[in-house]
């Protein structure tokens, strides 16, 4: 249910552009607008406080991801797998809202939820799904995602790089660039 506050922060909800151009809260259920309302806070009172000295210094600010998962906003159009189902209006919402106030931090998360989770929902086998997808859902795991390539660039026709199994780890047989959301 709706809050009274929820609904006059909403009611302008163009107020940080200036101006609701394409009148998209006549758009938007009521489910939408509670979502956006809610990612909208969260970037307002949690990334945006914080993320400049981040920024400054090229690190990710890791202390969000757990206030992240705590939104119970994860799972674009996927169902089950302890996924939050939502509209892709809804997914949009949300990378808008985390696009607006900060690209990097909208980054890690289209990352995590867009690539690496739906590549394994749309292309994993259902044990894959099992093990990896219930606790990406919850932020637990981060997905990463290495398509570029320095001779290729993001081709994913002529890619060269392979992968090989080695004792318990995977070892990569190739050279990646900017893989999104890897740590080394």
Request: glycine share 10%; net charge negative.
């Amino acid at each position: 249910m709706t809050d009274p506050t929820t609904l006059k922060l909403v009611d302008n909800i163009g107020a940080a552009r200036g101006t609701d151009y394409f009148l998209m809260k006549e758009q938007l259920t009521k489910d939408e607008i509670e979502l956006l309302y809610k990612v909208r806070k969260f970037g307002e009172e949690e990334v945006l406080p914080v993320v400049n000295p981040y920024w400054d210094r090229g690190e990710f600010p890791f202390e969000l991801v757990p206030k992240t998962a705590a939104l119970n906003i994860v799972g674009d159009t996927m169902k089950g797998y302890g996924t939050t189902p939502m509209s892709a209006v809804g997914q949009g919402l949300i990378s808008s809202e985390l696009s607006r106030i900060d690209g990097s931090f909208a980054t890690f998360f289209g990352v995590h939820v867009g690539l690496a989770m739906q590549s394994i929902y749309i292309l994993g086998s259902e044990e894959q799904k099992q093990r990896w997808l219930p606790s990406m859902a919850k932020l637990e795991k981060i997905g990463a995602f290495a398509l570029t390539e320095p001779d290729h660039g993001s081709d994913a026709v002529i890619l060269e790089a392979t992968c090989q199994r080695a004792r318990n780890e995977w070892a990569l047989n190739g050279r990646k660039r900017w893989p999104g959301n890897a740590v080394w």
